[in-house]
């Protein structure tokens, strides 16, 4: 039986991405977003987050945008949950 090589990389590509992260449904949620969430979830699903790294993920990325002056330290927090929320499909 031969499997082509097309369906393997599929596969493979599929195991590498998690499935939640940065779908359809994530990217309608995040055009809803205000701009500093935006910047945010874009910077978190630049790596791929899986369900038990995503937290930790959006705190490094919003602490590196609130210390780098890009978003403000007032809202990063509440802008950090509605990206997490987003990217985890709530």
């Known amino acids: 039986m031969k499997i082509s090589r097309a369906l393997i990389m599929s596969l493979v590509a599929s195991l590498a991405t998690p499935a939640w992260a940065a779908n359809a449904a994530s ?7 205000s701009p500093d969430a935006k910047l945010i979830y874009g ?11 995503l937290k ?5 990325k919003t602490r590196e945008l609130v210390l780098s002056s890009t978003i403000a330290m007032s809202t990063a927090r509440s802008n950090a949950k509605a990206a997490a929320d ?3 499909g709530k």
Do not use: R
Not at 43 to 53: D, G, H, I, Q, Y
């Open 27 to 33: 990217n309608a949620c995040a055009a809803s977003l």
């Open 86 to 88: 987003c990217i985890a």
């Open 56 to 60: 930790q993920i959006v705190t490094d």
């Open 43 to 53: 910077a978190v699903v630049k790596e791929a987050p899986t369900p038990s790294t």
